[in-house]
């Protein structure tokens, strides 16, 4: 090997353990890694600075502006609701089939980072909600995509790039169902290993979320059952109610009657008012529950054409006019311009409706709050404290339509191919904001960072290990290994390395890098190229082993707080089901002779 693959690969080495040491964050260990290989003239400045010109960069970017589009007007969250399912009880293996299936059927024809984008945030919120841990569902929701993404040729980019290199070659271009053959049954084997073994193999993680869910401050909150809502005529258990994480159901009011002692069978009705007391996230996650709202909903709204409503803190000031008040004399609603939507009061658990019970100095009060609030609150110095939640933000709904014609124009028109997934990304997620159902600032805090510059530095270290001379390297080492073992060996020896390579460089530049050498392998004993340029093509794609080796594990990482090993504990055994069953399955469809 030259001096630039030790290098690199001493590079990448240390990175590795670094990252599995977890004792640093990785968008910094990464960025280490890029800045060594750059000092050392592995890389030159093009190749450290293509990562952030990277076109999957900008996709990522455009789509995680959809992806918050969809989460601050809950788009499809009846449509999710219904699919993950409204029970307290805990069934991960049941739950897991429920979220990986569906998502594997239509990540064959939906591109995968987008599919991700969508619906990590949701499961999110639903694990939230029913006290479940994100982390035993997003790393599975990531590679049952990527599983299902290989059932047809436009499951991913890279079988398209495949099968240009597969035309270009003169072996003849596959169809749109070429590899359903092989790719539905090992979609299916690999959501069954994964819903057997994830509930095993995954720990639980603490999120970033976790920390925002304190339960040191109880809000009480009243929420309504409208009256199209599919909640109406179910029971208090069938509804999720009864035993949600973080809050609690504490009294239903219909027609003026009270019902405290509330049993999981109470059915629900339209026009009852629910009252909760719960952490001040988990308030907030109601607020998005598909089948209830506010019941302070019908007063404001001249705030739901707002875009620029947020939720605030406000608490009580000694000397306010609000305190020995209610909110429903005080004109709350006249003299903010905003609505209270829960209360938290120190100590006590608040009785009877919240517009009429009497306020007290202390008192915190979620606010749903108008442009103007800031600069009414400065007039009437009624409150000691007023604090904007940054962190989460008022659903709108009235876009949510809006939302979904769109995301479904993006999928209609980029698998047709009538523009690429990067112009109509960026296209529908300009659109978004220039209608204003996002705002800028919506936007860029949609957008994660950290992921953008983890998949920027793993392209600039990609183009190390691939210019240095080392993938080519591990390839020709894995391959050689196997030629005494015959058409299938050499098969499946194709497909470990291209497995292998692309878990540290881009599925792309893996597919790029493998293809020639398995052409040349076939052409060496004499067996049809074909089965061996469809193996690259299934281990470009499966990259089950590291966070890094596609952008839907990059995406997942941070959001369900893994930790690097983590993703080897659950991708070791679907890589070696996939190093076995593959090898078996292509001939089958693709004969070596």
């Known amino acids: 090997m030259t001096a630039d693959a030790w290098i690199t690969l001493a590079v990448v080495i240390v990175a590795i353990v670094l990252l599995v040491r977890d004792r640093f964050n990785p968008p910094l260990v990464m960025g280490g890694a890029v800045l060594t290989l750059y000092l050392a003239g592995v890389v030159d400045q093009g190749q450290v600075l293509g990562g952030f010109a990277n076109e999957s960069l900008a996709v990522v970017a455009a789509l995680y502006v959809v992806a918050g589009a969809a989460d601050v007007t809950g788009a499809f969250e009846g449509a999710t609701s219904r699919l993950l399912g409204r029970g307290t009880r805990v069934q991960t293996r049941r739950e897991l089939l429920r979220t990986c299936a569906p998502s594997a059927a239509a990540s064959a024809f939906i591109a995968n980072t987008p599919l991700v984008a969508m619906l990590a945030p949701r499961v999110i919120r639903w694990c ?257 404290i007023v604090a904007p939640l940054n962190w989460d933000r008022p659903i709108r709904r009235e876009h949510a339509g809006a939302v979904e014609l769109s995301i479904v124009a993006l999928v209609v028109v980029a698998g047709t191919g009538l523009l690429s997934l990067l112009q109509v990304s960026l296209l529908v997620a300009f659109g978004l904001v220039v209608a204003r159902i996002v705002t800028v600032e919506d936007a860029r805090r949609s957008i994660d960072l950290n992921v953008l510059v983890l998949m920027a530095t793993s392209f600039a270290l990609g183009h190390a290990v691939e210019s240095s001379g080392l993938a080519h390297k591990l390839a020709h080492t894995v391959v050689g290994a196997a030629a005494p073992l015959g058409a299938y060996g050499l098969l499946a020896a194709v497909l470990a390395a291209t497995m292998l390579v692309t878990e540290v460089i881009s599925h792309a530049a893996a597919a790029a890098l493998m293809f020639p050498i398995a052409i040349a392998i076939a052409e060496q004993v004499g067996l049809n190229a074909l089965p061996f340029a469809v193996v690259v093509m299934f281990g470009a794609t499966q990259s089950f082993l590291t966070p890094i080796g596609y952008q839907t594990n990059t995406i997942v990482w941070a959001m369900g707080g893994y930790r690097y090993t983590d993703f080897m504990r659950l991708g070791a055994p679907l890589t070696v089901l996939l190093l076995i069953a593959t090898p078996l399955l292509v001939p089958i469809f693709f004969p070596f002779h």
């Open 128 to 384: 939230r909600r029913t006290g479940r841990s994100p982390s035993h569902y997003l790393m599975p929701l990531s590679y049952a995509i990527m599983l299902g993404g290989s059932t047809t040729m436009i499951g991913t980019s890279t079988n398209l790039f495949v099968n240009d290199l597969i035309g270009k070659a003169g072996l003849g271009r596959l169809s749109l169902f070429s590899v359903t053959g092989i790719g539905l049954p090992l979609a299916i084997a690999g959501v069954a290993l994964l819903v057997m073994l994830g509930p095993h193999l995954l720990p639980k993680r603490p999120t970033p979320g976790d920390s925002l869910a304190g339960t040191e401050r109880e809000f009480t909150v009243e929420m309504t059952i409208p009256h199209n809502s599919e909640l109406a005529g179910a029971t208090v258990a069938e509804a999720g109610l009864r035993n949600l994480e973080g809050v609690f159901l504490v009294e239903v009011e219909r027609r003026n009657r009270v019902i405290a002692a509330i049993g999981p069978d109470e059915l629900l009705a339209v026009g009852d008012r629910l009252v909760f007391v719960g952490n001040l996230a988990r308030v907030l996650d109601l607020q998005r529950m598909s089948g209830l709202v506010s019941s302070e909903a019908r007063h404001f709204d001249h705030l739901a054409r707002n875009p620029q409503r947020q939720f605030v803190e406000a608490v009580i000031g000694a000397g306010s006019p609000l305190a020995g008040s209610s909110l429903k004399a005080a004109g709350f609603r006249r003299r903010y311009g905003s609505a209270v939507v829960a209360i938290h009061r120190a100590s006590e658990q608040l009785k009877g409706k919240l517009g009429e019970v009497r306020l007290r100095a202390g008192d915190v009060l979620l606010v749903l709050a108008g442009p103007d609030f800031s600069q009414r609150f400065h007039q009437h110095r009624d409150f000691a």
